[in-house]
C-alpha cells in the first residue's frame, strides 16, 4: 500500500465524570485524511482544507504525531499528509486529536502494522501535547480504539476499552464559539476536596459499570461532575439552560464535551437524541447564538478506512 483515505472520528472526552481518563468516539462526524508514503524522509502536510491551522510539520498536531512515530521506526522513507477538516478546531470534540490519531493510524497501516494500538496512542498523545500544553489521552484513545475508552493509569500508559450499550446515542451542540483547551484547563483548581472525589469515583465507577451492562438509568445517574463542570462551565453561554432543556426532554445525562464548548447529552434511541437536540437547538436559537448539531451513535472501531491504492 502506499496511499490510504481514512475517517478520523470526532471524540468526546470526560464524558462528565471522568476527567482526562473517559472519552468516545462518534459515528457520523469526523475529518477525512489521506496519507502517503514517500521516499524523502519526514512529514509533510501538503493539503488543509476546511480550517485555518498551521501546515508546518512541527506546528501541527498531525506532524508532531507522525514524527514521534517516524522516530520509532526503522522506515527511511517519509509521508505526505492530506487533512480535510469537518470538525472545527477549538469545538471540544477532538479536533486536534482526530488529526493526530489520524495520522499515525494511517502511517501505521502503511507501514504493515508495526506498532501496536497503545503505541500509536503514546505518539498521537505529542499531538495533544502541542495543542494544549498536555499530553492527555482521552480524545486520542476512543480515536484509535474505538467506542469508549478508560485510561487508567498515564504512567505506565493503560487503556481500558469499554463496551457500548447498542441503543446509545450522542447529542452533540456547540455554538459557535471557541474555547481553545490550554485556556480552559488554566481556570481549573489543581486540588479536589476528599468530599469531592468520593463523589466523582463513584460515578466513574457507575459509569464504567452501567455501560458494561447496558443499565441505561445507572449511566444516566453516574453523568454528573462535581471538579470541573462547575467551574468551566461558566465560559460556555447558556450552559445550564441547554442542560436543563436536555435533562427535561429525557436526556440520560448532559455535560460539556471535552473542554468545551460543545455540550454533549446520551439519551437511548436515536429518536430520543433528535428529541434532545431540538430541545438544544432551542436555547441557542432564544438567545441568539448560533450552532451546530450533531445526533451520533457511538463509533466501535475508531478510524475507519475509506480506501487504499498501491
Ligand atoms: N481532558 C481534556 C480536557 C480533553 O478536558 O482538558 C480536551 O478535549
Known sequence: ?????????????????GFDVLGVALESVGDEMVVR???KNGIYITKLEGQELPMETLQNVAGVAGLALLEKSTY????????????????GIGSSAASA???VWAMNELLGRPFSKLELVQFAMEGERLASGVAH??????????????????????????????????????????????????ILKT????????????????LVAGLFTSDYA????????????????????????????????GA????????????????QGKKKAVEVADAMKKVYQHIGIDYDVHVSKINPEGIKLIHSSK
Open 37 to 39: 508514503k514517500i521516499a
Open 76 to 91: 527511511t522513507g517519509g509521508f505526505e499528509i492530506e487533512i480535510r477538516k469537518k470538525i472545527k478546531a477549538g469545538s
Open 137 to 186: 489521552a482521552d480524545n486520542v484513545a476512543p480515536a484509535l480504539f474505538g467506542g469508549f475508552t478508560l485510561v487508567r493509569s498515564y504512567d505506565p500508559l493503560d487503556i481500558v476499552p469499554i463496551p457500548s450499550p447498542s441503543e446509545l446515542y450522542a447529542t452533540v451542540i456547540h455554538p459557535q464559539i471557541e474555547v481553545k483547551t490550554s485556556d480552559s484547563r488554566k
Open 218 to 249: 445507572l449511566i444516566g445517574r453516574s453523568l454528573v461532575d462535581h471538579i470541573v463542570e462547575p467551574i468551566r462551565s461558566m465560559l460556555i453561554p447558556g450552559f445550564d439552560d441547554v442542560k436543563s432543556a436536555s435533562l427535561n426532554s
Open 1 to 17: 500500500m502506499q496511499e490510504i483515505k481514512i475517517f478520523c472520528p470526532a471524540t468526546i472526552a470526560n464524558i462528565s465524570c
Open 101 to 103: 490519531s489520524g495520522a
Open 252 to 267: 440520560l445525562g448532559c455535560g460539556i464535551s471535552g473542554s468545551g464548548p460543545s455540550i454533549f447529552a446520551f439519551s
Open 191 to 206: 486540588t479536589i476536596s476528599l468530599a469531592d472525589g468520593i463523589k466523582q469515583w463513584g460515578n466513574v465507577g457507575g
